[in-house]
């Protein structure tokens, strides 16, 4: 139980068009998802946490109208990088939250989408 | 605020010795804590976790660790090392908010 699944798990994209992904929660309700990004190397930056059904929240520093997350279902949330450049390639992770368990209780984490942009 | 402090970026340990990967926390609030693994291009697996209760922790794959307030550590441990544990491993917090804070990673070598 508990599956996370991200698609594409790798895409490559020109320099300037934009790029969606997708996370879905396969066996469970999630209300809450986040968006993290994984420089080589690195720990995982939380970029957006996204409720079903109202606006994502934005860590600082993060623009929203670049990285924009939709999550329009509780099994679906989505992240589309607009305009993406270079310097947007990373490793993105997706994580869910069951439905109904409150604060610190563990996320389920998708495998992860590797953008390259060219 | 919670943070989250991983000391040694790097362990190498022979297959079959103990592993001890470090792990000191900070919060204002009681803290929830994991332990997450990842391989190379995948995401995260949830090794264990400590919410309440009892504060030795079994977890996935022969893997443990113990909450100790007084310390505000969470080291994660097994004794007996294998080729396999070979990855990149995570310490998280979360105290009474919705996200969690990630250590910077520790990853595990391990040699034949």
């Known amino acids: 139980g508990a599956v996370v699944s991200q698609h594409p798990s790798r895409v490559i994209c020109k320099s300037g068009t934009s790029v969606k992904i997708e996370c879905r929660s396969l066996d469970f309700q999630a209300t809450t998802m986040f968006w993290y990004r994984q420089f080589p190397k690195k720990s995982l930056m939380l970029m957006a946490t996204s409720n079903e059904g109202s606006k994502a929240t934005y860590e600082q520093g993060v623009e929203k109208d670049k990285f924009l997350i939709n999550h329009a279902s509780l099994t679906l949330s989505t992240l589309t990088v607009t305009s993406a450049h270079p310097e947007d390639s990373s490793f993105y992770i997706c994580s869910a939250r069951p439905f109904r368990q409150g604060f610190g209780h563990e996320q389920y984490f998708g495998p992860g989408t590797r953008l390259t942009v060219t | 605020a919670q943070s989250v402090t991983q000391l040694g970026s790097h362990v190498s340990v022979s297959e079959g010795a103990l592993v001890l990967l470090r792990c000191n926390y900070s919060s204002s609030v009681p803290p929830y804590l994991f332990w997450y693994v990842q391989y190379p291009n995948q995401g995260l697996q949830l090794l264990l976790k400590?919410?309440?209760?009892?504060?030795l922790v079994k977890g996935i794959n022969g893997f443990e660790a113990e909450f100790k307030k007084s310390e505000t550590s969470f080291h994660l441990t097994k004794p007996s090392a294998h080729m396999s544990d070979a990855a990149e491993y995570f310490c998280?917090?979360?105290?009474?908010?919705?996200?969690?804070?990630f250590g910077k990673g520790t990853m595990l070598l391990v040699s034949p």
């Open positions: 400590y919410t309440t209760g009892a504060t």
């Open positions: 998280a917090v979360s105290s009474g908010y919705s996200t969690l804070t």
